[in-house]
């Protein structure tokens, strides 16, 4: 498989992986009075620890322009995180 191929592949699903995460963090947010809130800020958490995963693997062959990209998710789920931890 070309590099570059290799290099969008792991950036689109950088790009998925952090996108699962916003969504999960805005159903954390929905269920903040509810009984589920548990369930939903574990099914954050493991978005979130997913998306760093596939950023981190990303950012091995990543483009200069794909790196800036990728550095703004990581900036982003770090914000999510220290939202649940405060």
Same mark, same amino acid.
């Given at each position: 498989?070309?590099?570059? !191929?290799?290099?969008?592949?792991?950036? /689109?699903?950088?790009?998925?992986? *952090?996108? %699962?995460?916003? @969504? =999960?963090?805005?159903?954390?947010?929905?269920?903040?009075?509810?009984?589920?809130?548990? !369930?939903?800020?574990?099914?954050?958490? /493991?978005?979130?620890?997913?998306? *760093?995963? %596939?950023?981190? @693997? =990303?950012?091995?062959?990543?483009?200069?322009?794909?790196?800036?990209?990728?550095?703004?998710?990581?900036?982003?789920?770090?914000?999510?995180m220290s939202e649940i931890e405060e």
């Amino acid at each position: 498989m070309p590099h570059h !191929k290799n290099k969008q592949q792991a950036f /689109q699903a950088a790009q998925q992986g *952090y996108e %699962q995460a916003e @969504k =999960a963090n805005k159903q954390r947010i929905e269920a903040i009075n509810r009984a589920d809130y548990g !369930k939903e800020l574990g099914h954050l958490t /493991q978005e979130v620890n997913e998306a *760093y995963q %596939q950023i981190d @693997k =990303a950012l091995g062959v990543a483009s200069e322009h794909q790196e800036k990209q990728l550095k703004q998710y990581q900036e982003k789920l770090n914000q999510i995180m220290s939202e649940i931890e405060e």
